[in-house]
T-cell receptor, first 110, second 113 residues
């Protein structure tokens, strides 16, 4: 079992749809949870960051962390074609190593 | 700030040749990370430095891989000799102590033929 698993992939939705991206993990020591967005042929860039459990909202994006279930989610409301990218969840404990999920490729169709 | 700068952006080399990838982190960032990204394995941490000192190189796949950070503004990842299975996109990232976000460079796409 991989340390971080990401589901689903790949995903294609119409413009305006609500998108749900999810990751599960096995290491209960993880405390910091992040979502990175990676456009084609670019480096990942941080989209959302959450410490421990709870929800965080930023515009059309909402990140949720459920440490009891070892499950994190990213919701995108009113999805736009510009949201088309690969979304990577990432997490770390109090150390320095970020562990990344394999990524979900999202296509938002106009 | 120009962000994390990597060079070259693309490298095509023959099997057995030495390859050197370069990275300039963001000024003031004291952590530097080297990652490798492939379709099969995703984004994997190879090694990271703190204040120019290698802290964890457990992700370096083989002795053919080596990394150095001679000063706070420059790091190299060297593969000698290179093999076709080393073909991947290699990313450098940097971060400042006390912050969570790691900033990534544009990556170097390496193809070994």
């Amino acid at each position: 079992q991989k340390e971080v698993e990401q589901d689903p992939g790949p995903l294609s939705v119409p413009e305006g749809a609500i998108v749900s991206l999810n990751c599960t993990y096995s290491n209960s020591a993880f405390q910091y949870f992040m979502w990175y967005r990676q456009y084609s042929r670019k480096g990942p860039e941080l989209l959302m960051y959450t410490y421990s459990s709870g929800n965080k909202e930023d515009g059309r994006f909402t990140a949720q962390v459920d440490k009891s279930s070892k499950y994190i989610s990213l919701f995108i409301r009113d999805s736009q074609p510009s949201d088309s990218a690969t979304y990577l969840c990432a997490m770390r404990d109090y150390g320095q190593n970020f562990v990344f999920g394999p990524g979900t490729r999202l296509s938002v169709l106009p | 700030d120009a962000g994390v700068i990597q060079s070259p952006r693309h490298e095509v080399t023959e099997m057995g040749q030495e390859v050197t990838l370069r990275c300039k982190p963001i000024s003031g960032h004291d952590y530097l990370f080297w990652y490798r990204q492939t379709m099969m394995r995703g984004l994997e941490l190879l090694i990271y430095f703190n204040n120019n000192v290698p802290i964890d190189d457990s992700g370096m796949p083989e002795d053919r891989f080596s990394a150095k950070m001679p000063n706070a503004s420059f790091s190299t990842l060297k593969i000698q000799p290179s093999e076709p299975r080393d073909s991947a996109v290699y990313f450098c990232a940097s971060r400042r102590t006390g912050t969570t976000e790691a900033f990534f460079g544009q990556g170097t796409r390496l193809t070994v033929v």
